[in-house]
């Protein structure tokens, strides 16, 4: 299994999945073990914990006790997809201002552009006296959606708001294609987690089919002189979701997780792998086995451009989020849905 699961120099794990596509049962159930064994261990004197991994206990019910975060590697994906959608994207950011600011569209979900230090994270999350984040986006959603009443209703639709593109047909088409590889990955993680979990993969394929996925391109300018209290690029947080799954450009000194002491730990860009960080959504599922990921974007010691891409996963927003519970455990969370 250690071909399977690494470690690099800074303790995170590596997952390399790629035996998981040979639709071998025995070879698919490994890749689901190094999840859930927890093979990468961090000594607790150097303040390090756990990385996305398990220890097993005595009532055969497994616990995450790490960042909720892991390197995944072995995805099929064609790399010329996740170049051509950073070139066009650089593209796109580098247009005059007028031109962005008619792609901004009001929306809950972060469809279309959204100007530079025009969100508040600090703010989002309860903390007032900071500074706009110096960050600007481009985001979208499905790129369909079905025609059914629980996607279409006044009291959910905006979970599927509109999607707006700019007149650039290859910026279009790359974000296609890399919502389509996106898409895919997400579903052979669910698969993978169904079996970590020991449920019926049926189960969060299901609940993700038709679900309102947000991407969001995410650019860092160079800052030479952050502002007051702007002590972040962007402020701590975890995400709402179940997966996020991120590609970043190779600058260093700027994404950061949080691990269960509370020592943060930084996450250089590992080349031609997926960062993937467990959000609020699947630690409420599983009863907070897994745990969701406090991370944040620091400013590098070096003033750089930074560029990041983020596929936010969520499922259908009538899908029932009952938790997962194993052994003995006791629901910690009454049933919701994402609504």
Same mark, same amino acid.
């Given at each position: 299994?250690?071909?399977?699961?690494?470690?690099?120099?800074?303790?995170?794990?590596?997952?390399?999945?790629?035996?998981?596509?040979? %639709?071998?049962?025995?070879?698919?159930?490994?890749? &689901?073990?190094?999840?859930?064994?927890?093979?990468?261990?961090? !000594? /607790?004197?150097?303040?390090?914990?756990? $990385?996305?991994?398990?220890?097993?206990?005595?009532?055969?019910?497994? +616990?995450?006790?790490?960042?909720?975060?892991?390197?995944?590697?072995?995805?099929?994906?064609? !790399?010329?997809?996740?170049?051509?959608? $950073?070139?066009?994207?650089?593209?796109?950011?580098?247009?005059?201002?007028?031109?962005?600011?008619? *792609?901004?569209?009001?929306?809950?979900?972060?469809? #279309?552009?959204?100007?530079?230090?025009?969100?508040?994270?600090?703010?989002?999350?309860?903390?007032?006296?900071?500074?706009?984040?110096?960050?600007?986006?481009?985001?979208?959603?499905? *790129?369909?959606?079905?025609?059914?009443?629980?996607?279409?209703?006044?009291?959910?639709?905006?979970?599927?708001?509109?999607?707006?593109?700019?007149?650039?047909?290859?910026?279009?088409? &790359?974000?296609?294609?890399?919502?389509? /590889?996106?898409?895919?990955?997400?579903?052979?993680?669910? @698969?993978?987690?169904?079996?970590?979990?020991?449920?019926? +993969? +049926?189960?969060?394929?299901?609940?993700?089919?038709?679900?309102?996925?947000?991407?969001? #391109?995410?650019?860092?300018?160079?800052?030479?002189?952050?502002? +007051?209290?702007?002590? &972040?690029?962007?402020?701590?947080?975890?995400?709402? #979701?179940?997966?996020?799954?991120?590609?970043?450009?190779?600058?260093?000194?700027?994404?950061?997780?949080?691990?269960?002491?509370?020592?943060?730990?930084?996450?250089?860009?590992?080349?031609?792998?997926?960062?993937?960080?467990?959000?609020?959504?699947? &630690? @409420?599922?599983?009863?907070?086995?897994?745990?969701?990921?406090?991370? @944040?974007?620091?400013?590098?010691?070096?003033? !750089? %451009?930074?560029?990041?891409?983020?596929?936010? /996963?969520?499922?259908?927003?009538?899908?029932?989020?009952?938790?997962?519970?194993? #052994?003995?455990?006791?629901?910690?969370?009454?049933?919701?849905?994402?609504?």
């Amino acid at each position: 299994m250690t071909d399977i699961l690494r470690r690099l120099d800074n303790g995170m794990a590596v997952l390399d999945i790629s035996t998981f596509y040979t %639709q071998n049962k025995q070879a698919q159930e490994e890749v &689901a073990a190094c999840l859930k064994q927890g093979i990468v261990k961090h !000594q /607790a004197e150097e303040n390090l914990s756990y $990385f996305f991994l398990f220890k097993l206990k005595r009532t055969s019910f497994l +616990e995450m006790e790490g960042v909720g975060s892991l390197w995944i590697t072995g995805t099929g994906i064609d !790399q010329s997809i996740v170049k051509k959608m $950073f070139d066009e994207t650089t593209k796109f950011f580098q247009m005059p201002l007028e031109y962005k600011r008619k *792609l901004i569209k009001r929306s809950k979900m972060g469809r #279309g552009y959204i100007p530079f230090e025009t969100e508040n994270g600090n703010k989002f999350a309860g903390r007032d006296g900071f500074p706009n984040d110096p960050i600007e986006k481009f985001g979208i959603g499905p *790129l369909h959606v079905p025609n059914e009443e629980v996607f279409t209703c006044d009291e959910l639709s905006w979970f599927y708001d509109d999607n707006v593109w700019p007149d650039r047909p290859r910026f279009e088409l &790359a974000w296609r294609d890399y919502t389509h /590889a996106m898409r895919n990955l997400l579903f052979v993680i669910l @698969r993978i987690s169904s079996m970590a979990l020991g449920i019926d +993969e +049926e189960k969060l394929i299901k609940a993700h089919y038709n679900g309102p996925f947000s991407l969001k #391109g995410m650019n860092y300018p160079k800052v030479e002189n952050p502002k +007051e209290n702007q002590n &972040a690029r962007f402020p701590e947080h975890t995400d709402i #979701g179940t997966f996020t799954i991120l590609s970043m450009t190779d600058a260093k000194d700027s994404l950061q997780v949080k691990n269960v002491s509370g020592n943060w730990i930084p996450v250089d860009p590992e080349p031609g792998c997926f960062f993937l960080n467990i959000g609020e959504t699947m &630690a @409420r599922w599983t009863n907070d086995r897994w745990r969701a990921t406090p991370h @944040r974007v620091i400013w590098p010691s070096i003033p !750089q %451009q930074r560029m990041s891409f983020g596929f936010f /996963a969520l499922p259908r927003p009538d899908t029932p989020i009952d938790c997962i519970i194993q #052994g003995s455990e006791n629901k910690k969370y009454p049933s919701i849905t994402m609504n």
